[in-house]
């Protein structure tokens, strides 16, 4: 009996045969091994269809992706049958697993590092590992892509000939509130990154601080709930008890039309904040470039400050003292 002839129909299966590859739409794509190197990969910041080819081709080619949660990254591989092992790299683990991939790089291997949501060092970790990288002599290269700083900008309808990205605010209230009070002098569209918890709280700050200035809260970019709401600081800080909190939030706010005098509460802020570690002599300097304030008000009032600080740890020595000898 002769044997029956192979079907031409069978599906080409190229990891059966040790080739790598990527699938789009149930079609399976073959991708050629990655250069040796470190290939720094943006991926989706929402919609998993915002992927590059040439960021799929990539995944699929190197030796490994280092990335902050390999549950978040193994959505896009599977999505995309990509079977490249996944390492873990993030900011709770990157002293130990850095020399790793470092070593890997020296062999020859060829690694992507992703976040998870946009471009990699963005407000990620990374940045020691691709100082390092290029310190050692290693190939670095860029696959650009999806970025939550630029997609905000595009749509808030604010000037984009300048911008100024400050990532992630300081969390606690007063640090928060100095930080903001030296933003408010920066001639460009300030860009930043806020969390649920405390979105509502900065945009108090921010209308306080910022006056009437045009902004816009961007949520859940390119997902499904996007919302993208415009309006001046105070009006948006009004809202804001009813604004929905969950999701990722990128604020926007358009530059100042003139550089104000800082308040005295605000220039407190700010000089309480410099004089928990620096000296009040740099404290000063610091406050009298970014306030526009006459630098004689505010050297007698960081003296004054800085008094009333010493007297209050004085005091709790005390309080201290007579506790222990009760």
């Known amino acids: ?23 789009i739409n149930g079609q399976v794509l073959t991708a050629p091994k990655a250069v040796a190197g470190l ?24 030796d490994a992706i280092a990335c902050e949660d390999t549950r978040i990254t193994r959505r896009l591989t599977e999505r995309y049958a990509i079977a490249a092992r996944l390492t873990p790299y993030h900011e709770h683990n990157a002293a130990q697993a850095r020399p790793r991939l470092l070593d890997r790089l020296a062999q020859g291997d060829a690694i992507a590092l992703v976040s998870d949501a946009g471009t990699p060092l963005i407000s990620d970790p990374g940045f020691k590992l691709v100082r390092e990288a290029c310190a050692a002599g290693h190939r670095v290269t860029a ?14 309808a604010l000037p984009t000939n300048r911008f100024f990205f400050e990532g992630f605010l300081p969390p606690k209230p007063a640090a928060r509130r100095a930080r903001l009070s030296e933003l408010a002098r920066i001639e460009a569209t300030l860009v930043l990154f806020e969390s649920a918890s405390r979105v509502q709280d900065t945009l108090a700050d921010l209308a306080a601080l910022f006056g009437e ?15 993208i709401s415009r309006a001046p600081l105070p009006q948006l800080a009004e809202s804001a008890a009813s604004l929905q909190t969950r999701g990722e939030f990128v604020l926007v706010i358009a530059p100042p039309k003139s550089a104000p005098a800082m308040t005295a509460d605000a ?46 740890a004085d005091q709790q020595v005390m ?4 506790d222990a000898e009760d």
């Open 213 to 227: 200035r045009d902004a816009a809260i961007c949520r859940e970019l390119t997902k499904l709930h996007e919302e």
């Open 1 to 23: 009996m002769r044997a029956k002839a192979a079907s031409t129909n069978t599906p080409f299966d190229p990891t059966a045969q040790g080739l790598r590859s990527f699938s």
């Open 319 to 322: 309080a201290k003292g007579a």
């Open 39 to 62: 290939h720094l990969v943006a991926t989706p910041i929402g919609n998993l269809g915002d992927i590059t080819l040439r960021a799929l081709e990539t995944l699929a080619g190197v």
């Open 143 to 156: 696959v650009p892509g999806p970025s939550s700083v630029l997609t905000a900008l595009s749509v808030a």
């Open 267 to 312: 220039l407190d802020d700010l000089l309480r904040n410099r004089l928990s570690h620096d000296s009040v002599k740099d404290a000063v300097a610091h406050a009298a470039e970014l306030s526009g304030r006459p630098r004689r008000e505010i050297y007698a009032r960081a003296l004054e400050l800085a008094k009333n600080s010493a007297q209050k």
